[in-house]
């Protein structure tokens, strides 16, 4: 059963008419207060990768649980259908565990807190936060297990339970979570930090309604919501086609051999309504590569993609949920059956927004990003040193953003909101690696009129004994181009030993010995291109060649001829670019690099130096227990 809410006697909140100054003030103090959470988080954590790298997410809500600002809503639905208690002043939730709150999180490295805020006893909003610990236990260090077949595999989770009461901390179990993990102590100063954001949010939330009456506040922020709703429906009306759209895209392995795995979505509009279906999705995996993506959350993906794509001034917001609806079949890749692993759900995670812009483009090619997003590399690295203490790095690293219409991607840059890398220097005085190389890739990206953004290409000299984990993906698929852009170049990792021998490394793979003087060159993908290459102004390849972002040689997919003297050569140029036009013929709509799977897999292993990966082993479409599960 639901949550029940417990306060005072006092009249429910109830709507009055709000101006619109008024509505824009509260509006701009509730950005504010929301971004104050960041910057308690950042300067109290202690774990890097919400330190210095912002692995957390932020928000505030109405009584009701709905984002009015922030970065990721839908938290909050899924834990009052989850949590059967109480809810009263002075309290604060956490749970880590996904099928608790039916995928509001989407692994158990992620600690999601939650408070309701209350004045004079009345609840009037709601607050929450999670973040990504660097540690929850399991069988890897990270948490993150490649090889897990049951999420009891990947670190102790916690349903949702009240770890203030009343203002009131319980100690007992956040003694058992800290007990089960391998940095205790980054894991209670990130803890401690998230539950300071979340008093602030309330803090200020109690300022505003003081300052404007509790009914205005309210008001307020259900206006607010109304006019994401309003902006929302005109947007699906005018780029949302009645005529299905179909897309699929592929996570290349799942780190146990096999793959690649299809995702598949069709969209269509029925009157005001957007409509989602993922059927045509492959089953569940064996492996840890499942996402459990709450509805919820996907459609928040959604408006987040269709804000900055058609319209970045819409204020986003929960507003506009009730005008899509997501169909997500039971068992397979993106809603798998408790206890499927989830740990490494990134991969998934990824090419959901390629799987959107593939899909909204379809009707309106003019507003086409091509694929870049991809994926979200992942590298750990841990062991004891030589003075006995325990080291473990995680850190996330990014790759080439997609060309969109507007204009190039960038290079080496990440599409998680306010997302930064963690500097060199942090790395290097805090961990026994040297970084020896960080560098954007010449040609990684995708030719096109709008370029690709190149990948990343990281040296890790490591200077203890030790091991690392590596999770990535677009190693065998490539991240596709539109309108005639090309695909961008695919990620690999080469492992080169100090007695001068190289391995190349899977995408995914954990417990990789490294001794000190050993070398990871870490490459990332690069951003698909957007629109005819052979369309690009010239003095834009010239000016990239010159940057070092694209060579002379690569300057010749764009049908540009470069000189000995690096100027532009206008009659070579000229000849060059009407035999290619000549040689392809008309533009696609979509160019995947491959014609079909079998195809990419027949020339995977010449061209990666790993073996192509087999057909998934598809696990049983219902899994009743544990028990069963593990025999």
Request: proline residues 6%; contains cysteine; aromatic residues 10%.
């Amino acid at each position: 059963m639901p949550a029940k809410i417990v306060q005072s006697s006092r009249k429910r909140l109830k709507k009055v008419k709000v101006d619109t100054v008024t509505i824009d003030i509260i509006e701009s103090a509730l950005r504010n207060a929301r971004f104050e959470m960041d910057t308690v988080l950042f300067r109290t954590a202690m774990s890097p990768g919400i330190r210095e790298q912002h692995d957390e997410f932020p928000m505030i809500a109405n009584v009701d649980g709905k984002m009015v600002v922030g970065q990721f809503g839908s938290f909050i639905h899924g834990f009052m259908q989850g949590y059967g208690g109480t809810v009263e002043e002075g309290d604060v939730f956490l749970t880590n565990d996904p099928y608790s709150v039916d995928g509001a999180i989407s692994h158990a490295n992620d600690w999601l807190m939650l408070m309701p805020i209350y004045r004079a006893g009345r609840l009037i909003a709601w607050t929450a936060m999670f973040g990504h610990m660097t540690d929850v236990g399991g069988k890897v260090a990270g948490s993150l297990p490649t090889d897990a077949r049951t999420i009891y595999e990947e670190g102790i989770t916690v349903p949702p339970v009240k770890i203030f009461k009343r203002g009131v901390l319980n100690e007992d179990v956040l003694k058992i979570m800290l007990h089960n993990c391998r940095l205790p102590h980054w894991n209670l100063s990130d803890f401690n930090a998230i539950a300071a954001a979340l008093r602030t949010a309330g803090a200020r939330c109690i300022e505003i309604s003081e300052r404007f009456g509790d009914d205005v506040f309210h008001s307020a922020m259900t206006e607010m919501l109304a006019r994401n709703r309003r902006a929302m429906r005109e947007l699906i009306q005018r780029t949302v086609p009645e005529s299905k759209q179909y897309f699929e895209d592929y996570i290349c392995d799942d780190g146990m051999g096999m793959g690649p795995y299809k995702i598949a979505c069709s969209m269509w509009r029925e009157g005001e309504k957007c409509i989602f279906d993922f059927k045509g999705t492959d089953p569940q995996s064996l492996s840890s590569i499942n996402f459990l993506l709450n509805e919820e959350m996907f459609k928040m993906f959604a408006g987040v993609y269709m804000i900055m794509v058609f319209d970045p001034q819409i204020l986003f917001n929960d507003g506009f949920y009730d005008l899509m609806e997501v169909r997500i079949p039971e068992g397979t890749l993106l809603k798998p059956i408790k206890p499927a692993a989830l740990s490494c759900r990134t991969h998934a995670l990824g090419r959901i927004f390629d799987i959107l812009g593939g899909l909204l483009g379809q009707g309106n090619p003019q507003f086409m990003c091509a694929a870049g997003f991809s994926d979200s590399p992942h590298l750990m690295y841990s062991g004891y040193d030589r003075n006995g203490d325990w080291y473990q790095l995680y850190q996330i690293t990014f790759g080439g953003i997609p060309g969109k219409p507007f204009g190039d991607g960038p290079d080496g840059h990440s599409l998680w909101p306010s997302f930064t890398n963690v500097p060199n220097e942090f790395l290097e005085s805090y961990f026994p690696l040297r970084i020896e190389a960080y560098e954007t890739i010449p040609d990684s990206g995708g030719p096109g009129k709008n370029r690709g953004g190149n990948g990343l290409r990281i040296g890790y000299r490591f200077l203890e004994p030790g091991e690392i984990s590596i999770h990535d993906d677009r190693w065998l698929t490539y991240p596709w181009g539109v309108n005639g852009g090309l695909p961008g170049a695919r990620s690999r990792k080469t492992l080169l030993r100090k007695d001068g021998s190289q391995t190349p490394l899977p995408s995914k793979v954990d417990h990789v010995k490294v001794e000190a003087g050993d070398l990871l060159i870490a490459d990332t993908w690069g951003g698909g291109g957007c629109g005819d290459p052979l369309e690009r102004d010239p003095a834009k390849v010239k000016f990239d060649v010159d940057a070092g972002l694209v060579t002379r040689d690569g300057a010749r997919r764009y049908g540009v001829v470069i000189n000995n003297q690096g100027a532009i050569d206008e009659v070579a140029t000229k000849l060059l670019r009407t035999k290619m036009a000549e040689e392809r013929g008309p533009v696609t709509l979509f160019d995947r690099g491959f014609r079909s799977i079998d195809e990419l897999k027949a020339r995977c292993l010449s061209e990666t130096g790993l073996a192509p990966p087999t057909q998934p082993e598809f696990g049983r479409s219902k899994r009743k227990t544990a028990s069963a599960d593990a025999a």
